[in-house]
């Protein structure tokens, strides 16, 4: 159990530095790229942080290499194997499971106090109280939600804009794409970055699907502009649905309706700098990842890590030597060696806080291994950790 919590620990760390950088790539580059290529080239953007949150659960490219369990030797009078680092991703795991129940219950309560205003009507839609804004709840099956007065606020054409803006919601999958950003917050719930994300994106997806409505019925810009004057939304939704918030920049969204589409060779270089912006953070997410701590550890999949101990199948604890009483508390020795053809450790190298005779213990203890011929050349990494009393 406390090495599938190390290893789920160590899976969503790495994940959660992917997703961080990705997302401070997007704080940096979204209003800089929505003035030079618009408003819908920004918000492709937020495909960075799930790309190089993927890129961060990819093997780095390294020798063969195996890391098998640490050991603790305690003593003088008695010695046991355990994994004290386990231990502590077993209890900052569950501390982070507690944290995303927590973020997941307040989700569903905030749908059901959203959906319990609505009411179903003949026409398909969903009726909302006078006063709401327009909107869309759900996810694969979106369904419109129009307030109660919806025609008697907008005339005509105000009315055709703002379906259209809807429409542009979901042929886009925004609520999908919300949704998603909400589990992602939910699972990096200590992070500022997540929750600064989901407002972000939130205002990305208003102003991409304003561009595409304006692309649509071009030279409109004023009378969608007063359009939107007209609609009201303090009422906090849920992430499964899309509706207008009163939290929005309304200036800088009637600023945009007046921006014209860019240039093709704008969307050309675009798309450039997007495709470059994915290798260099893909570059710098497995350089984090080589200099990590435990890299070599965290390069293997669950199931390698899991059958690490298969590499060397005859391993022995090292046997405490008589030690001065001067030596008492906490050592920690790493070890590297390489399997030689016939199964036994070469090129044993010990290093760390310890005594001498700790050691050569060390050293005895890992020459006696008898590993695997058929990985030969294979280097191996382990830790010892010593707790003298």
């Known amino acids: 159990m406390t090495m599938l919590s190390e290893v789920l620990f160590d899976t969503l760390w790495r994940a959660h530095l992917g997703l961080s950088l990705g997302l401070a790539a997007v704080l940096l580059l979204r209003r800089p790229w929505r003035r030079f290529a618009g408003a819908q080239a920004a918000y492709a953007l937020w495909l960075l942080p799930l790309w190089l949150a993927a890129a961060a659960l990819l093997p780095?490219?390294?020798l063969p290499g195996w890391v098998l369990p640490p050991v603790l030797v305690t003593g003088p009078r008695t010695a046991a194997l355990a994994d004290m680092p386990a231990v502590w991703a077993l209890s900052m795991t569950g501390l982070w499971a507690a944290g995303v129940l927590a973020v997941a219950a307040a989700y569903v309560a905030l749908h059901w106090r959203y959906r319990r205003r609505l009411q179903h009507t003949t026409g398909g839609h969903l009726l909302a109280p006078v006063g709401d804004s327009p909107g869309l709840l759900g996810l694969w099956h979106a369904r419109l939600v129009l307030p109660a007065d919806f025609r008697q606020r907008f005339d005509r054409s105000e009315r055709r804009w703002i379906l259209a803006h809807e429409s542009a919601h979901a042929r886009r999958l925004?609520?999908?794409?919300?949704?998603?950003?909400?589990?992602?917050?939910?699972?990096?719930?200590?992070?500022?970055?997540?929750?600064?994300?989901?407002?972000?994106?939130?205002?990305?997806?208003?102003?991409?699907?304003d561009?595409?409505?304006?692309?649509?019925?071009?030279?409109?810009?004023?009378?969608y502009g007063l359009a939107m004057l007209k609609l009201d939304g303090a009422l906090r939704v849920p992430p499964t649905a899309s509706a207008w918030q009163s939290h929005h920049p309304l200036k800088e969204r009637i600023m945009l309706l007046k921006k014209t589409a860019p240039r093709a060779d704008a969307r050309?270089?675009?798309?450039?700098?997007?495709?470059?912006?994915?290798?260099?953070?893909?570059?710098?997410?497995?350089?984090?990842?080589?200099?990590?701590?435990?890299?070599?550890?965290?390069?293997?999949?669950?199931?390698?890590?899991?059958?690490?101990?298969?590499?060397?199948?005859?391993?022995?604890?090292?046997?405490?030597?008589?030690?001065?009483?001067?030596?008492k508390g906490d050592y920690r020795l790493d070890?590297?060696?390489?399997?030689g053809r016939n199964g036994h450790p070469d090129a044993v190298q010990v290093q760390g806080q310890g005594?001498?005779?700790?050691?050569?213990?060390?050293?005895?203890?890992?020459q006696s291994y008898g590993c695997k011929t058929a990985l030969a050349g294979t280097e191996v990494e382990q830790q010892f950790a010593f707790k003298i009393d």
């Open 60 to 62: 780095r490219a390294s």
């Open 355 to 366: 005594d001498p005779l700790l050691v050569d213990a060390v050293q005895k203890a890992v």
């Open 268 to 327: 050309r270089a675009t798309r450039l700098a997007l495709a470059v912006s994915a290798l260099l953070g893909f570059g710098a997410v497995q350089a984090l990842n080589a200099g990590s701590p435990d890299a070599a550890s965290a390069s293997k999949p669950a199931s390698q890590r899991m059958k690490a101990t298969e590499a060397c199948p005859q391993m022995v604890k090292p046997e405490l030597p008589q030690l001065p009483d001067t030596i």
């Open 211 to 223: 561009a595409t409505v304006m692309q649509r019925y071009p030279g409109s810009w004023r009378r």
């Open 174 to 209: 925004d609520n999908p794409a919300r949704m998603l950003a909400a589990a992602l917050a939910a699972l990096a719930w200590f992070n500022p970055l997540a929750w600064w994300a989901l407002g972000a994106l939130r205002h990305d997806q208003e102003l991409a699907c």
């Open 335 to 339: 070890v590297k060696f390489r399997i």
